[in-house]
């Protein structure tokens, strides 16, 4: 008997998303810089528009080739003599892991950035920049998910898991919520947590160019590019040379990666933004 009920999945991140909304004006983690309600127009058109083309592009794309694969018995997981659950384990591992490289490559890459920096231009970061993101980069990133889904062989049911793993740590980490220290760093020996994934979002160069894991923290130290001790009150958010009130408009966010580039590291005035140096701590301690 078939039901016409709601899914589950779906159901509780949106249960997530408005949890980590109230705990996040609570008790924020950071001061905001601009008032809410324009910011979250534009994020929530520009997450409307990319959600219609994940839903068209990505998600057919990655489940096809996911059921494909499985039925040929293709992909590295189909040659590993594994038992089943390994295989899923095994499967959601991969599927963040090549998920750590292709947010490293969309960062290394000069045409990937002119997209990616559309969601880094949010001057303040919050629950409602998680899926803020140009739709030319979801578009792209089908290719992405087909060579992802198909060389790794991940079922269609890991796959499932795995997306919605990805959906919640994205609102977790993009949230402005203060945890207890303690806490953080104690999730974070596991999880990508908030003062984490806010460092990636500093108008420094160096601090935006590290912590590009999504669900397991640990890839970012495994490869060396864990960056945590950084106080959040000396993080400022934003991509400097975009920080201009005009520079976070719909249009302009559309437009952006099609437009002659401005010296992302600087700010408008022609200053780069650095950070003094302070005393040296380890980059994998997690501070206030
Ligand atoms: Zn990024």
């Known amino acids: 008997m078939s039901l016409n009920l709601p899914q589950p999945g779906p159901l509780a991140l949106v249960a997530l998303f408005l949890v980590l909304l109230g705990l996040e004006t609570l008790r ?5 810089k601009r008032p809410r ?8 058109s520009l997450t409307g528009l990319a959600f219609v083309c994940g839903m068209l592009t990505v998600r057919p794309v990655a489940l096809g080739i996911s059921a494909w ?11 590993l003599p594994l038992p089943f659950w390994a295989k899923i384990i ?14 490293r490559l969309n960062h290394s890459r000069p045409l990937l950035w002119r997209f990616h920096n559309v969601h880094h231009v949010d001057p303040d970061l919050d629950v409602t920049t998680s899926f803020r993101f140009h739709f030319g980069e979801v578009l792209y990133s089908t290719l992405f998910r087909l060579v992802q889904v198909g060389a790794t062989g991940v079922s269609p049911f890991t796959y499932l898991a795995y997306e919605l793993a990805f959906n ?14 303690p806490w953080e760093r104690a999730l974070n020996l596991l999880l990508v ?4 994934h806010g460092i990636h979002h500093s108008v420094v160069g160096s601090e935006t160019n590290s912590n590009y894991s999504v669900v397991f923290s640990f ?12 106080p959040q009150a000396h993080v400022i958010i934003g991509v400097p040379g975009y920080s201009l009130p005009r520079d976070n408009h719909f249009f302009a966010l559309l437009r952006l990666p099609f ?7 600087r700010w408008p005035s022609g200053r780069p933004a650095l950070r003094k140096p302070g005393e040296v701590t380890d980059r994998s301690f997690i501070l206030e």
């Open 193 to 196: 947590t908030p003062r984490m």
């Open 69 to 79: 694969v499985e039925n040929r018995g293709l992909g590295l997981l189909a040659a």
């Open 90 to 103: 095994g499967g959601f591992l991969l599927m963040d892991l090549t998920f750590y490289y292709w947010h």
């Open 219 to 230: 890839w970012d130290r495994l490869n060396r590019s864990i960056r945590l001790n950084i």
């Open 168 to 181: 919640a740590a994205t609102m977790f980490q993009h949230s402005n919520t203060h945890l207890p220290l």
């Open 37 to 44: 309600g324009r910011r979250w127009a534009i994020n929530f």
């Open 259 to 265: 437009w002659p580039q401005r010296p992302y590291w």
């Open 28 to 32: 924020p983690l950071r001061q905001r």
